[in-house]
């Protein structure tokens, strides 16, 4: 079981930069593309693969010199083997980097800090790619930022079980970066307004119909909380934010809205069955009550 366990920590962080590679080409849809994936994008990728890797190492109780052996080693390798960039290896570095430093910096915090900072990042990654569409054979265009931000919902509510002070909290993390990364890298500043009033409209709409519903499973509260917040960010994001652009015709966004929601329903459920289940036994944040 230890060597799976090993195998699974080298397998996420191939992951963290394969991830790079992917998204470099996935931004290259967007309407200004990028030459090169900037840094803090690169860092970002492995800051959003800390939280299996965190997850993973405690319940397997992986000693923190194999942890950072296992990043180096596979990091090289595929870096010499695949010839990707040098500063790729710093995703995989940076994912090993936030899941030792966090628990040794915040031990009793360190759980709902690794959520929180997986939720931070894919509302930036999401920022960074709000401009690339990938048509789909047939109908629709899907976001690439859809992508990450489908991961976003569920990440919510997951940070709903340390209280509603730490979702205002990771909130305000949230909109201090996308700012600041709109800023840096050029992000037109409306995108980023616009993407924070979805947001607002819609964790209103998930924090009640959750705390509803506490008395119900973990996917039973996601789910339903899911089927209302996701279609409210989606239509309020993509309405206000492409409303007269000349792309944006009115069928491209009745394709856009319906594969967004679409993916990002499924990519929620994804989270809240697959992740958590693995890399938390028994996992349910409603009784993990330790920030207010």
Request: aromatic letters at 12%; proline letters at 6%.
């Amino acid at each position: 079981m230890r060597y799976l366990s090993l195998i699974t920590y080298g397998l996420f962080i191939l992951a963290a930069q394969a991830g790079c590679v992917l998204l470099f080409r996935l931004s290259q849809f967007g309407q200004n593309p990028h030459p090169e994936l900037p840094l803090p994008v690169i860092v970002m990728l492995g800051v959003l693969l800390a939280s299996p890797l965190f997850h993973l190492r405690q319940q397997r109780n992986l000693p923190a010199g194999l942890a950072w052996s296992i990043g180096l080693v596979v990091s090289l390798a595929l870096y010499l083997l695949a010839g990707t960039p040098p500063e790729y290896l710093l995703a995989p570095l940076a994912a090993v980097a936030w899941s030792e430093l966090l628990p040794l910096l915040f031990k009793r915090h360190a759980p709902m800090l690794i959520a929180m900072s997986v939720y931070v990042v894919c509302t930036l990654l999401a920022t960074f790619t709000f401009d690339s569409f990938l048509p789909l054979p047939g109908y629709g265009l899907i976001s690439v930022g859809t992508l990450f931000f489908g991961i976003t919902f569920t990440q919510r509510d997951r940070v709903h079980g340390y209280g509603r002070k730490a979702v205002y909290l990771m909130l305000l993390f949230a909109a201090t970066a996308n700012v600041v990364m709109a800023l840096t890298l050029g992000v037109p500043i409306r995108y980023v307004a616009v993407g924070f009033l979805a947001i607002m409209l819609s964790i209103t709409a998930d924090t009640e119909i959750y705390q509803r519903h506490l008395h119900r499973s973990w996917l039973g509260r996601v789910a339903r909380s899911n089927a209302v917040s996701v279609p409210v960010d989606t239509i309020v994001f993509t309405t206000l934010a492409f409303a007269g652009k000349p792309f944006a015709t009115l069928p491209w966004m009745v394709e856009v809205i319906v594969t967004d929601i679409a993916l990002k329903l499924i990519i929620g459920f994804l989270t809240a069955f697959g992740l958590l289940a693995i890399f938390s036994k028994r996992y349910d944040p409603s009784r993990v009550l330790t920030f207010r």
